[in-house]
């Protein structure tokens, strides 16, 4: 699912702060709509950071948010 590709993508490369076009190139999709949506509803559900506006990374410790 695109939510588990963009999670992988990111914890994969903990230091690294991704843009949606970044993601979208490195998970080889050209639906930027459906990620960018997807990096919002990660990041409102505490499981990625979003480090400012549009930019996201992997949380920095295996932090698990209650939901």
Not at 24 to 48: C, M, P, V, W
Not at 56 to 63: H, N, T
């Amino acid at each position: 699912s695109m939510p588990h590709k963009v999670l992988a993508l990111l914890e994969g490369n903990p230091s690294h702060t991704f843009d949606a076009q970044e993601v979208a190139a490195q998970i080889h999709s050209s639906d930027l709509h459906l990620i960018r949506s997807t990096l919002f509803r990660l990041g409102k559900t505490k499981k990625i950071r979003k480090a400012k506006r549009g930019q996201y990374s992997a949380l920095a410790g295996k932090e698990v948010a209650a939901s």
